[in-house]
């Protein structure tokens, strides 16, 4: 249980404060858009309806892709460096660094949180490591 509360400490992912407002304005707009589909229901035909719905969809999108790229991707990075540059070659976890190194430019962005999350159990085993000595 300590564990996983450590991880998750680990994985406090926090927005850029550049990348703040592009995201807190495109959930705005997509919300203010969903509310108009709510309306369009009873007043336009289906197929006015299901074309909106779409947009809002390809929206909900382009910010989860935003997220995922700017935020999990970068905090993926930043662990499988600090894991590459710490870890002494008796580390215990030389072949996880290294494929997560190699994997890193093809990871799908659906795949980042569980790589994450992977890195984050390597980078808190090497900061005890560390701390220990």
Partial sequence: MRDAVELNKNLQLMISKDLTKEFKDS????????????????KEFPDQTLLQL??????????TLMLLDEVYRKALAEKISFSWQNCPGDCGYEQNIELLRNLFPEIPLESVPEKLKEAARIEAHLRKKILQK
């Fill in 27 to 42: 959930i705005k707009g997509l919300s203010g858009h969903l509310l108009a589909v709510g309306k369009m229901v009873d």
């Fill in 54 to 63: 779409k947009a809002v969809q390809a929206g909900l999108q382009k910010v």
